[in-house]
């Protein structure tokens, strides 16, 4: 598409999308963490405080350092509940570390899948070991040198290995029910999908089927636990979403209705129109110049 449009986002973010990685110092994070696109990042923590971890269908509180792997397609969230909190943060792209030639002993790793565990109680003499890796990396990304990224990777893959080699934490709390947990994961992931940034970067996970193999899981294993859970089947959320999005594309930006079209996955213009007048009972221009 020519004349690509996108929604203001964060000089951080978008020197991270530019660079493809970034890795700094916790106490030093300032906003960074709360304004990057998590939907495009992978990330690595090693952290030492109190803090309750939210991953997928779990929660893990923790005392100590741990080392924590972030999935940019798992839902997750942090709480700090101590007042001493340090540590270091790499984020990086898929692309970036061409996870795709690894997809077998990374993405299907305890590390980075849903159920996996992501998170590992790290001792003093292996926080001082990965201390040195991740103050390493923060020194290296300000060099000049030409090899650069290929020195950051293998910083990154030997953080992976030697987590690799670590037992995993077994102390999570689980939620009520299996059913309650996927919806909790199905929703949290709807909502990851958004907002839409650029025109030019298509909305991914479509439909229920999508989402089911995401998350691994059986369509109608998806289905069924939805639907008892919220009274509404996986498609009505997806719908649903996908229509809210489309109507503050429509109300806040000055995206054609073709760039809207493609951005929220739509593969011609007639198909979103379609969609957007059966599900709502107007079209999309009239709703534009309804809000004008």
Not at 40 to 58: Q, V
């Amino acid at each position: 598409m020519e004349n690509i449009k996108q929604r203001p986002v964060s000089d951080f973010n978008n020197d991270l999308k530019l660079k493809g990685f970034n890795v700094f110092q916790i106490e030093q994070d300032g906003n960074a963490t709360r304004i990057y696109s998590r939907k495009d990042f992978y990330k690595i923590c090693l952290t030492t405080g109190n803090s309750k971890i939210h991953y997928s269908d779990r929660s893990f509180e923790t005392e100590g350092t741990v080392l924590f792997f972030g999935n940019p397609h798992i839902p997750y969230s942090w709480e700090t509940l101590s007042t001493s909190y340090v540590g270091y943060t790499c984020l990086f792209s898929e692309e970036f570390l061409n996870i795709a030639e690894r997809s077998e002993s990374l993405q299907q790793s305890p590390l980075f899948k849903i159920g996996g565990t992501p998170i590992l109680q790290i001792s003093e003499q292996q926080r001082n070991f990965l201390n040195t890796l991740f103050q390493r990396m923060i020194e290296e990304q300000k060099q000049d040198y030409n090899f650069k990224d290929d020195l950051m990777r293998n910083y990154i893959n030997l953080i992976i290995h030697e987590a690799l080699k670590l037992q995993p934490s077994q102390n999570y709390n689980e939620q009520k029910n299996a059913a309650a947990r996927i919806t909790s994961v199905f929703l949290e992931l709807l909502e990851r999908q958004f907002p839409i940034e650029s025109a030019d970067r298509p909305l991914q996970l479509k439909t229920a089927q999508d989402y089911a193999l995401n998350l691994n899981l059986h369509i109608n294993y998806l289905n069924r636990a939805v639907k008892q859970i919220t009274g509404k089947p996986t498609t009505t959320h997806i719908t649903e979403r996908i229509i809210t999005e489309a109507k503050a594309l429509l109300q806040h930006t000055d995206w054609n209705i073709s760039e809207i079209a493609y951005a929220l996955g739509f593969e011609y213009p007639t198909y979103f129109n379609n969609f957007f007048k059966r599900i709502t009972g107007t079209n999309p221009k009239a709703l534009r110049i309804q809000e004008v």
